[in-house]
């Protein structure tokens, strides 16, 4: 929603006045914020209560490894539309700088959206790892997964607001690769382009096909390093 309301009003269709662009991004803000403090707790809580090295003690056997991967090819499934379009927006902001009142509120509203989607996706990932039995992980999955959804959960408490009229809204694509769309754009563009290239490298080469094995190959290299070092592994017999 913020991200249309940073459009001029040919292409986004709606009559916005500074103060209610400032609102909608300042709300926007909050809702990411909001996401990414309680991925903040989970990892203190993992680091400070619990113990990284412990955190990362997985546990494995064929049932729960199934159960992970279930989850957390489930999770990826949730996220990975999200993490998609934060990508898309910030292509966009990159080939269509001219059609913005504001670009760099819109660049930041796609860029928080892709980096809370990664971090939400792989700290559920290490939560899930780190679990001893199946019935934690069916339910940690469920509660966690509802982080993700916080941005939907603030869009549906929305009534009468301008905004839900921009639900569903079509961008217009004007510039393409071989139209040189950043001929004359500011600095801040070409930092843009940067920061989506590097974004869409991450997506293509490891977060679209690879992480929902990310748990699996963790487990593996973890259980392969107490192998490797038999002191660790009898200081635990001795603990238990």
């Given at each position: 929603m913020t991200y249309l309301a940073c459009l001029k009003f040919e292409y986004s269709g709606l009559n916005l006045d500074q103060l209610q662009i400032a609102e909608v991004f300042q709300n926007t803000i909050i809702v990411?914020?909001?996401q990414l403090t309680l991925v903040f707790f989970i990892w203190y809580y993992a680091i400070n209560d619990i113990g990284l090295v412990e955190f990362l003690n997985v546990?494995?056997?064929y049932e729960i490894l199934c159960v992970?991967?279930?989850a957390s090819l489930m999770m990826h499934l949730n996220v990975e539309k999200d993490l998609r379009n934060g990508i898309s927006m910030m292509k966009y902001c990159v080939n269509h700088w001219q059609n913005f009142n504001n670009l760099g509120s819109a660049f930041c509203v796609s860029f928080l959206l892709t980096i809370s989607s990664i971090?939400?996706?792989f700290t559920v990932i290490e939560v899930?790892?780190?679990?001893p039995n199946i019935l934690e992980?069916?339910?940690k999955y469920v509660s966690l997964a509802a982080i993700a959804n916080i941005p939907r959960f603030y869009f549906g408490s929305l009534v009468d607001h301008k905004l839900l009229k921009a639900n569903g809204h079509k961008l217009v694509l004007e510039n393409f690769r071989h139209m040189n769309p950043r001929k004359n754009a500011p600095c801040q563009v070409h930092v843009m382009r940067f920061i989506h290239k590097s974004c869409r490298m991450y997506f293509c080469v490891w977060c679209y096909y690879f992480m929902p094995f990310t748990g699996m190959f963790i487990t593996y290299f973890v259980n392969e390093?107490?192998?490797?070092?038999?002191?660790?592994?009898v200081e635990q017999i001795e603990d238990s």
């Open positions: 990411n914020f909001l546990r494995d056997s992970r991967f279930i971090l939400i996706e899930l790892i780190s679990l992980v069916i339910m390093r107490e192998k490797s070092d038999p002191g660790r592994v």
